[in-house]
């Protein structure tokens, strides 16, 4: 049974909250997380668009969901959404650990944070105290270090804490929000926001654990997952590797982004693969609240590596790896670790970096342009003074760097637009479209750029039938079976779709998408039905969360739409085209007929209008938003 | 002495003796984790994997299933 929700409004203007409550009924249409975030963007943005994402006018929603808090693993997630300075979009970005489960412990469903203050403060929160201290001492530290200073100021390390940056508090619109100094809400410049606010951080009171409405059937999930773990080899590879045991299948398949996506063959990998990390730095591995999976890599390299500020995941060591050029592990997990400590996002940082050394390589860039920096792919001692520079946002190098790379490519000129692999201004991760190609359309179609986690990946319509990467996506919608890589059709398109509205709904019930999903997951579409009605007594059905996740995907592109974006943002970079040069799919590629096919499709099945990209009437009655447009 | 049978592997040449089953070609291969496997352009349940022999002559296909990360 839904509750109402508890949401805390705090202006730092003038230094005033208040807290409200959203009716059951309304909170069963936008039951937490992305979900939430977006209806209370629009309730106090309301028709005004065009506002500045770093002005205090700009709200700062952290959101969590009923489900929050209840120990199962992979429930404690928590959403950011704001206007993002990185894409001008609906910004959204998702962070595990321990600080959600908590947040929900004092009480709270959403904080929705206005205004500016008018000096450095932070918020804590112990229930129904609700005080902003003066953070003065705490700006301009890195994030460990503020950590510590707020437990001693507060005196009392039980809390968690949710703390910007250098990088935050100096606006690169691609800094991040980090928990625990190694989960970060990494995505869409979220720091940014929290830096323009004067707002360094976000604590809570630790709380005791949510308590579900059905124990005895929360069991049913629970008591036996050591056995539903052993039995998935994903989740054996995961407990095992993180997500860095991914990184040796795609390089062997050459499908590993290289030198800024200008080929998918990385000699290096093995360097900078799972199995090296863990048998050369891995430390330890750690988990997030109530999570048996333990996918979390620590990893200590003394003078280079401190364990505190955890280890680098697939995508860093992919952007500070194989995107620059890089097969030196230490100096990959240095750049972590940096990134880490100054809050900015490792997608993106590695990202700009490698597009910066594509054009250094090209000669769009010399050593005049990158404070005497030598840029070649490769050079990975480069990585810790460039990333002061972003993070301080230092005249030259740094400052341009910090604007993103489609930014940046657009203050260069000279062609250096050509080289970069962005979409809405967001880097993309690393997966490549050619061997992912349902990708394509997600990277192109998503709300808030390119993501990763917005759909399921391709290879489970290769999947045997008599598998569960095969059976669970048949559970929201039946596929085709495609039996190759670099296949771009309609199937793919409804692929895309059908498991983007999943991802959709995990994001706003707040699940972490390792353990929940729609193929290769610890827990299946029917988990999450049973999770909704034995922790809050919610009789759900896999339709209705489809419809959630279908409704806050809507609801961004409604949002989007205000702020001006069109069709013509739904588009690839030139470097998605690239036929694979070398390795053993050379050859693969898709081309622009075939995505342009596929993102028509993706229209027609989400009922928007093909040549606007606009969800039609029927669409927006369908999923009753229409108050949007009211 | 067992000559071997010659199939296809992704378009390779491989050898392997008789009596060899698709589990025990993948572990030859070195592939960890999941595959789908595809023998003469028919997908093989996973089910079959350990069972089903392989024949002289026959192409068969590997693809590895990478998800996300």
């Given at each position: 049974?839904?509750?109402?929700?508890?949401?805390?409004?705090?202006?730092?203007?003038?230094?005033?909250?208040?807290?409200?409550?959203?009716?059951?009924?309304?909170?069963?249409?936008?039951?937490?997380?992305?979900?939430?975030?977006?209806?209370?963007?629009?309730?106090?943005?309301?028709?005004?668009?065009?506002?500045?994402?770093?002005?205090?006018?700009?709200?700062?929603?952290?959101?969590?969901?009923p489900l929050t808090g209840i120990p199962i693993s992979g429930q404690s997630r928590m959403c950011v959404t704001t206007k993002s300075p990185l894409t001008g979009t609906a910004g959204d970005s998702q962070v595990g650990g321990f600080l959600p489960a908590h947040l929900k412990?004092?009480?709270?469903?959403?904080?929705?944070?206005?205004?500016?203050?008018?000096?450095?403060?932070?918020?804590?929160?112990?229930?129904?105290?609700?005080?902003?201290?003066?953070?003065?001492?705490?700006?301009?530290?890195?994030?460990?270090?503020?950590?510590?200073?707020?437990?001693?100021?507060?005196?009392?390390?039980?809390?968690?804490?949710?703390?910007?940056?250098?990088?935050?508090?100096?606006?690169?619109?691609?800094?991040?929000?980090?928990?625990?100094?190694?989960?970060?809400?990494?995505?869409?410049?979220?720091?940014?926001?929290?830096?323009?606010?004067?707002?360094?951080?976000?604590?809570?009171?630790?709380?005791?654990?949510?308590?579900?409405?059905?124990?005895?059937?929360?069991?049913?999930?629970?008591?036996?997952?050591?056995?539903?773990?052993?039995?998935?080899?994903?989740?054996?590879?995961?407990?095992?590797?993180?997500?860095?045991?991914?990184?040796?299948?795609?390089?062997?398949?050459?499908?590993?982004?290289?030198?800024?996506?200008?080929?998918?063959?990385?000699?290096?990998?093995?360097?900078?693969?799972?199995?090296?990390?863990?048998?050369?730095?891995?430390?330890?591995?750690?988990?997030?609240?109530?999570?048996?999976?333990?996918?979390?890599?620590?990893?200590?390299?003394?003078?280079?590596?401190?364990?505190?500020?955890?280890?680098?995941?697939?995508?860093?060591?992919?952007?500070?790896?194989?995107?620059?050029?890089?097969?030196?592990?230490?100096?990959?997990?240095?750049?972590?670790?940096?990134?880490?400590?100054?809050?900015?996002?490792?997608?993106?940082?590695?990202?700009?970096?490698?597009?910066?050394?594509?054009?250094?390589?090209?000669?769009?860039?010399?050593?005049?342009?990158?404070?005497?920096?030598?840029?070649?792919?490769?050079?990975?001692?480069?990585?810790?003074?460039?990333?002061?520079?972003?993070?301080?946002?230092?005249?030259?190098?740094?400052?341009?760097?910090?604007?993103?790379?489609?930014?940046?490519?657009?203050?260069?000129?000279?062609?250096?637009?050509?080289?970069?692999?962005?979409?809405?201004?967001?880097?993309?991760?690393?997966?490549?479209?050619?061997?992912?190609?349902?990708?394509?359309?997600?990277?192109?179609?998503?709300?808030?750029?390119?993501?990763?986690?917005?759909?399921?990946?391709?290879?489970?319509?290769?999947?045997?039938?008599?598998?569960?990467?095969?059976?669970?996506?048949?559970?929201?919608?039946?596929?085709?079976?495609?039996?190759?890589?670099?296949?771009?059709?309609?199937?793919?398109?409804?692929?895309?779709?059908?498991?983007?509205?999943?991802?959709?709904?995990?994001?706003?019930?707040?699940?972490?998408?390792?353990?929940?999903?729609?193929?290769?997951?610890?827990?299946?579409?029917?988990?999450?039905?049973?999770?909704?009605?034995?922790?809050?007594?919610?009789?759900?059905?896999?339709?209705?969360?489809?419809?959630?996740?279908?409704?806050?995907?809507?609801?961004?592109?409604?949002?989007?739409?205000?702020?001006?974006?069109?069709?013509?943002?739904?588009?690839?970079?030139?470097?998605?085209?690239?036929?694979?040069?070398?390795?053993?799919?050379?050859?693969?590629?898709?081309?622009?007929?075939?995505?342009?096919?596929?993102?028509?499709?993706?229209?027609?099945?989400?009922?928007?209008?093909?040549?606007?990209?606009?969800?039609?009437?029927?669409?927006?009655?369908?999923?009753?938003?229409?108050?949007?447009?009211? | 002495?067992?000559?071997?049978?010659?199939?296809?592997?992704?378009?390779?040449?491989?050898?392997?003796?008789?009596?060899?089953?698709?589990?025990?070609?993948?572990?030859?291969?070195?592939?960890?984790?999941?595959?789908?496997?595809?023998?003469?352009?028919?997908?093989?349940?996973?089910?079959?994997?350990?069972?089903?022999?392989?024949?002289?002559?026959?192409?068969?296909?590997?693809?590895?299933?990478?998800?996300?990360?």
């Amino acid at each position: 049974m839904f509750k109402s929700a508890k949401i805390l409004y705090v202006n730092l203007t003038d230094k005033t909250h208040r807290v409200e409550t959203l009716p059951p009924e309304t909170y069963r249409k936008y039951p937490g997380g992305s979900a939430l975030g977006m209806y209370l963007l629009f309730q106090e943005q309301g028709d005004r668009a065009g506002r500045d994402p770093l002005s205090p006018a700009n709200p700062l929603i952290f959101s969590v969901s009923p489900l929050t808090g209840i120990p199962i693993s992979g429930q404690s997630r928590m959403c950011v959404t704001t206007k993002s300075p990185l894409t001008g979009t609906a910004g959204d970005s998702q962070v595990g650990g321990f600080l959600p489960a908590h947040l929900k412990g004092n009480g709270y469903d959403s904080i929705v944070v206005t205004g500016k203050a008018q000096s450095p403060v932070y918020l804590f929160l112990d229930k129904e105290k609700v005080e902003i201290r003066e953070a003065g001492f705490l700006w301009g530290k890195v994030t460990g270090e503020a950590e510590r200073m707020i437990a001693e100021d507060l005196g009392t390390d039980k809390t968690e804490s949710s703390i910007i940056g250098p990088a935050g508090e100096n606006q690169v619109l691609f800094s991040c929000i980090m928990h625990q100094r190694s989960r970060a809400n990494g995505r869409n410049g979220v720091g940014a926001v929290m830096g323009s606010k004067n707002l360094k951080a976000l604590v809570v009171k630790k709380q005791p654990p949510q308590k579900p409405t059905d124990p005895v059937g929360m069991k049913t999930l629970t008591v036996d997952v050591k056995e539903r773990m052993a039995a998935n080899e994903a989740i054996v590879d995961l407990a095992k590797n993180g997500s860095a045991g991914c990184l040796a299948p795609a390089a062997e398949e050459g499908f590993l982004p290289t030198n800024n996506w200008n080929s998918g063959f990385f000699s290096g990998f093995k360097k900078i693969d799972g199995d090296t990390l863990r048998e050369t730095v891995l430390k330890e591995r750690d988990t997030c609240f109530g999570c048996a999976i333990r996918c979390k890599g620590v990893v200590e390299i003394p003078g280079k590596a401190d364990p505190e500020y955890g280890g680098p995941e697939y995508e860093t060591l992919a952007t500070f790896g194989s995107y620059c050029g890089n097969d030196n592990l230490a100096d990959i997990c240095e750049a972590n670790q940096l990134c880490n400590m100054y809050g900015l996002d490792t997608i993106s940082c590695g990202a700009v970096i490698a597009w910066a050394m594509d054009c250094f390589e090209q000669g769009l860039l010399t050593e005049k342009d990158t404070d005497g920096l030598d840029l070649r792919f490769g050079n990975s001692k480069a990585f810790a003074p460039l990333i002061k520079k972003i993070a301080y946002r230092e005249d030259g190098i740094g400052a341009l760097l910090a604007l993103g790379s489609q930014r940046a490519a657009e203050k260069l000129g000279k062609g250096a637009e050509a080289l970069v692999v962005a979409t809405k201004g967001q880097e993309w991760p690393a997966h490549m479209v050619q061997f992912k190609p349902n990708l394509a359309v997600n990277y192109a179609v998503n709300n808030f750029g390119a993501d990763h986690q917005s759909s399921e990946h391709d290879p489970a319509l290769m999947a045997p039938e008599d598998d569960q990467n095969w059976i669970w996506p048949n559970l929201l919608a039946p596929f085709k079976k495609c039996d190759a890589y670099g296949v771009l059709d309609e199937n793919k398109a409804k692929f895309a779709f059908e498991t983007q509205k999943c991802y959709s709904m995990m994001d706003s019930l707040c699940l972490c998408q390792f353990a929940f999903g729609p193929s290769w997951q610890l827990y299946g579409p029917e988990d999450i039905v049973a999770f909704c009605k034995y922790g809050i007594g919610w009789e759900t059905s896999i339709e209705e969360l489809q419809e959630i996740g279908e409704r806050r995907i809507n609801m961004m592109r409604l949002y989007n739409l205000r702020e001006g974006f069109t069709k013509a943002d739904d588009c690839l970079p030139e470097k998605a085209f690239l036929s694979m040069p070398e390795g053993p799919n050379q050859g693969v590629c898709i081309t622009r007929e075939q995505a342009e096919a596929a993102i028509s499709a993706y229209y027609r099945l989400a009922g928007w209008d093909e040549i606007t990209a606009i969800p039609q009437k029927e669409t927006i009655e369908r999923l009753g938003l229409e108050w949007i447009l009211a | 002495m067992d000559p071997g049978m010659k199939i296809k592997v992704n378009g390779g040449e491989f050898m392997v003796k008789k009596g060899v089953s698709i589990a025990q070609l993948l572990e030859q291969c070195g592939y960890q984790g999941k595959v789908s496997v595809w023998v003469d352009g028919n997908q093989l349940l996973s089910a079959e994997y350990p069972s089903r022999l392989i024949e002289d002559g026959e192409e068969i296909r590997i693809l590895r299933l990478v998800a996300g990360g």
